[in-house]
C-alpha cells in the first residue's frame, strides 16, 4: 500500500478556501512499478494528473508507503520504499505542461507492513468462523507482528491465511493520494443586506494563519539499512541417520551450501557427502566420496527463499561399498536431473529453515565386483574368471532412470550481507 499526501498552500486563504479528494492506485503481489491496467489504475492516474493540473503551485508532497503483512518484514520494506520512489517517478514524469513540479518538494516515509489497513479490512470483510480469534491475535499489544502472523498463518491448518492473503491482501498494496488542495478562486465580495450582511475576507495576518491545514509533523526519521541472507549451510537429515542393511548404522556425512543471488529467485546450491566407514574384521565397506550441484528457482519472490522450488542438478562421485567377504563393489558414476522442494521457515526470524525434496534423473556408472581372498590375507581380488592380460577395470556398467534422491534438510543461513535498499522507521503523529 501506499499513502501520497499532497498540500498545496495559499497564504492567508481561510480553510473554507480550500477543497480536497482522494485516490487509490493498486500494486500486484511483489510489484513495484505502476500498473495502469490493474484494478482500475487508469481512471485513477488520469484523475491525478487533472489534479497536478488544475492545483495550484504545490509547495511539498509526502509519500507514505505501504506493503501488505504476508511477506517478511526485510521483503516488505524494501516493496513499501520501491514503491514510493516509483510512484515520485511516476508524478515527475507525467507533470502537466505548463506546471513545475521539483525533486525537493519530496519526502518518502516508507513503513513496511499495513497492519492497521489489515484489521480494517478484517473487521469490514472477514465473516469465516474463526473472526474472533482473527480480531484477538490483531488486537494484542503484547505480541510481535511476526508472532501475528504464525498465529494467524496457524488458524485452520493454513486455510483462513490462505483466504486473507487471496482476499484482504491485494485491498491493502495501494496508493492514495489524499488531500489535494487547491484555493477556491472566486471569494465573495462585501454585499450589503438589509436582513444579512456577508462580510470581506480580509487576509489573515501570519500570525493567525493557523486556521491553514498544516503537514504533519515528522518528529524522528530513522533511515537504516537492511540486511539479507548471503549463504546458507545445510544438512540431510535423512543421511545423517542412514542405515544399510547387514552393515548397521552409517550416517552419510554430509554438507551443503546455498547462495542466495541479489533480489533473485534463483539460486545455486553445492553438495558434498563423504561418508568413510569400514568394519576391516567384518569386510563392511561404506564409503563415498560424492558432489552435486545444483541450481533452484522458487515460485515465490519475495526474498525468503521459503515454499516451493523446481531444480536441476548435476552429481558425480565415486564409491567402495562392501558388505561381506564376498560381496563388495567399487566404482565411479554421475547423475542428471531434476528436482522438486519445499522450504519452510522455522521460527520467528526465519533463518532456519526444513527443506523437503525429492529428485529424479539419469544415472550412468562403471563399476566392478570384488571379493575377499582365500584364506584372507589382507587383500581382495576383482571379480574375473579369464585371462589376466584381458582384465581391464570397471568392465560393469550401470544405466539408471528413475529417483536419485530425497531428503529432510536443516538449514541456517549463515552470512549475511548489507542490503542496497533502505528501510525507513518513523516516530510521527499520523494524517
Not at 520512489?85 to 502537466?96: I, Q, R
Request: proline share 6%; hydrophobic share 35%.
Amino acid at each position: 500500500m501506499l499513502f501520497v499526501c499532497c498540500q498545496a498552500f495559499a497564504n492567508f486563504l481561510p480553510k473554507d478556501s480550500f477543497e480536497s479528494e482522494s485516490f487509490r492506485i493498486y500494486y500486484p503481489v511483489n510489484k513495484t512499478d505502476i500498473h495502469p491496467e490493474y484494478m482500475g489504475n487508469d481512471s485513477t492516474l488520469k484523475h491525478i494528473l487533472r489534479y497536478l493540473k488544475s492545483s495550484p503551485e504545490i509547495k511539498h508532497i509526502t509519500i507514505y508507503s505501504y506493503a501488505s503483512p504476508e511477506g517478511t518484514p526485510f521483503m516488505n520494506a524494501r516493496l513499501a520504499h520501491d514503491r514510493g520512489v516509483a510512484a515520485k517517478k511516476y508524478l515527475l514524469e507525467h507533470v502537466p505542461k505548463g506546471r513545475v513540479l521539483s525533486d525537493s518538494v519530496f519526502s518518502l516515509m516508507p513503513e513496511s507492513e499495513n497492519w492497521e489497513g489489515f484489521r480494517m479490512e478484517v473487521m469490514e470483510s472477514y465473516h469465516l468462523h474463526d473472526r474472533d480469534s482473527v480480531i484477538s491475535i490483531l488486537d494484542n499489544p503484547t505480541i510481535s507482528t511476526s508472532r501475528k502472523k504464525e498465529l494467524l498463518q496457524g488458524l485452520d491448518g493454513g486455510r483462513s491465511w490462505r483466504w486473507m492473503i487471496d482476499n484482504l491482501m491485494p485491498l491493502l498494496r495501494y496508493a492514495t493520494w489524499i488531500t489535494v488542495w487547491r484555493p477556491i478562486h472566486e471569494i465573495p465580495e462585501k454585499v450589503e443586506e438589509p436582513v444579512e450582511k456577508v462580510a470581506k475576507v480580509e487576509p489573515l495576518e501570519p500570525e493567525k494563519a493557523d486556521t491553514l491545514p498544516q503537514p504533519q509533523v515528522l518528529d524522528t526519521v530513522l533511515i537504516e539499512h537492511l540486511r539479507e541472507p548471503l549463504l546458507s549451510v545445510k544438512t540431510n537429515l535423512l543421511y545423517d541417520l542412514f542405515t544399510m542393511p547387514d552393515f548397521g548404522f552409517a550416517p552419510i556425512l554430509n554438507v551443503k551450501v546455498e547462495f542466495y543471488p541479489r533480489n533473485s529467485r534463483w539460486t545455486v546450491v553445492g553438495e558434498y557427502d563423504f561418508p568413510w566407514w569400514k568394519h576391516d574384521s567384518r569386510h563392511d565397506y561404506f564409503q563415498i566420496l560424492n558432489w552435486q550441484m545444483e541450481t533452484r528457482r522458487y515460485f515465490r519472490h519475495d526474498g525468503t527463499h521459503t515454499g516451493h522450488y523446481l531444480s536441476a542438478y548435476l552429481m558425480g562421485g565415486y564409491y567402495d561399498i562392501g558388505l561381506d567377504k564376498e560381496r563388495g563393489w567399487q566404482g565411479e558414476g554421475a547423475s542428471v536431473g531434476l528436482g522438486y522442494g519445499y522450504a519452510m521457515p522455522l521460527g520467528r526470524k526465519q533463518r532456519w529453515k526444513l527443506d523437503f525434496h525429492v529428485q529424479l534423473g539419469y544415472y550412468y556408472g562403471r563399476y566392478d565386483p570384488y571379493h575377499a581372498g582365500e584364506p584372507y590375507n589382507g587383500k581382495y581380488y576383482y571379480d574375473w574368471d579369464r585371462g589376466i592380460n584381458l582384465f581391464k577395470r570397471r568392465n560393469h556398467k550401470i544405466n539408471y532412470l528413475g529417483p536419485t534422491g530425497a531428503g529432510v534438510t536443516l538449514s541456517y543461513d549463515l552470512l549475511w550481507r548489507k542490503s542496497d535498499r533502505k528501510s525507513a522507521t518513523e516516530d510521527r503523529k499520523r494524517p
